[in-house]
């Protein structure tokens, strides 16, 4: 008997697909992990936390989609709707910045993201931050990676009471700080 596959399944699953096809090209800065692992580890994590809204988990596999390739968030919006484009944007750096700015940014306006984007952040900082330890970016410093650490449990301080497990997770990666 034919099963038609939930909406929402629906959802996450194209989101996949766009984030795939959006980053087919691309490797993470270990040089050897194809982009897509990254939005894909997002969306397990969170569900590993028993998250399971499919606008937040859809968000999760688009997150890196406008900060790191060529689409914009008109195109997310046309795609997704306004709520995904809306948390793909809280959590995309503006390009406008420099390095450091950013990283000053994305602690001040950490507290003032929506719940929404800020299941995301988390789960993003927890996946860099373990990446740090098993597929660091090639050529880093310890200081650089015990640096990378220090600003994302900084980032991460400043959402929390977000969600109890995933924090509870990220302060695990963050023992591990090489
Ligand atoms: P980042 O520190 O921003 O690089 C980390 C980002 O790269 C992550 O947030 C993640 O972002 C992405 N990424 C891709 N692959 C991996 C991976 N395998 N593991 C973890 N993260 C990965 O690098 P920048 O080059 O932008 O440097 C910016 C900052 O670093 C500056 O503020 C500068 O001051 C500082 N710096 C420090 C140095 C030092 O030796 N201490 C030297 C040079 C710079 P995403 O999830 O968005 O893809
Ligand atoms: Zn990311």
Redesign the pocket.
């Known amino acids: 008997m034919y099963v038609p596959m939930p909406t929402h399944m629906e959802l996450v699953l194209q989101a996949a697909a766009f984030a795939a096809e959006k980053h087919r090209t691309q490797r ?3 040089v050897e ?1 194809p982009y897509i692992n ?1 939005p894909i580890q997002l969306a397990y994590i969170l569900v590993q936390a028993n998250i399971e809204d499919s606008v937040v988990l859809a968000a999760a596999l688009l997150h ?1 989609t406008v ?2 390739t060529s689409t914009t968030l008109d195109e997310i919006e046309i795609v997704f709707g306004y709520e995904i484009a809306r948390i793909v944007a809280e959590c995309s750096d503006d390009k406008a910045q420099t ?2 700015e950013r ?1 000053q940014a994305q602690i001040d306006r950490a507290a003032r993201l929506s719940r929404e984007a800020r299941l995301v952040k988390i789960a ?1 900082k927890i ?2 931050v373990s ?2 330890e098993g ?3 090639a050529g ?2 310890l ?2 990676k015990r ?2 650490f220090d600003w994302s449990k900084a980032v991460v301080d400043r959402m929390r009471g977000t969600n109890a497990s995933l924090e509870k997770r990220f302060d695990a990666e963050y023992l591990k700080r090489p």
Do not use: G
């Open positions: 993470r800065k270990d992990t990254h890196d900060e790191d390095k450091l990283k993003d996946a860099n990446d740090i597929a660091p970016p880093w410093s200081e650089r640096e990378y």
